[in-house]
Structures are given as C-alpha cells and as structure tokens.
C-alpha cells in the first residue's frame, strides 16, 4: 500500500529536525499538505526555495510508489496562498 503525503512529509520533517505539525486537505486536482512550525523561515528558504524543493521530494517519493498519485501542494504558514493571491 502507497504512503500517504502527509506520512511522507512527517517523516522527512522529524529526520531534519523540524517539530511540525501537518494538515492535509483533499482537492479535485491533488492534495495540499499545511505545514505549521515555529521554524517557518528556515522551512519556506529564500524566495521559498526550500519549500519547492521539499515539495519537489515529496511528489517524486509518490510518483515511485504509484504514478497515478495526486499531485502535493506544501504550504507554510499559508505563505503560498498568500502569495496566490497577490498576483
């Protein structure tokens, strides 16, 4: 059975340190994963980097598993929400 995003992003997060908790929201088109840690900075990076790539992992590690796994959208302190709507 595929892990679950949530469990993946969970464990890549305790392996690297981060104390975080995850909120996973389902959608028509894929899943959005709200990360909440005192350690935002650190997780978004510059010009939210970091983020991209994490979320870069996480969807290959479920590509692997399974290829018609939903496409996983990170979210830290709602920064890309935010930024979605700025533009």
């Known amino acids: 059975m595929p892990t679950q995003p949530k469990e993946i992003v969970e464990k890549i997060l305790a392996s690297l340190g981060f104390p975080a908790t995850v909120d996973e929201q389902k959608y028509d088109d894929g899943v959005m994963l709200d990360v909440k840690t005192e350690e935002s900075g650190r997780l978004i990076g510059r010009q939210g980097q970091t983020l991209a790539d994490l979320q870069y992992i996480v969807n290959r590690i479920l590509f692997q598993q ?22």
């Open 66 to 87: 399974d290829q018609s796994a939903p496409k996983v959208m990170l979210d830290v302190a709602a920064t890309v929400r935010r930024r979605a709507r700025c533009w």
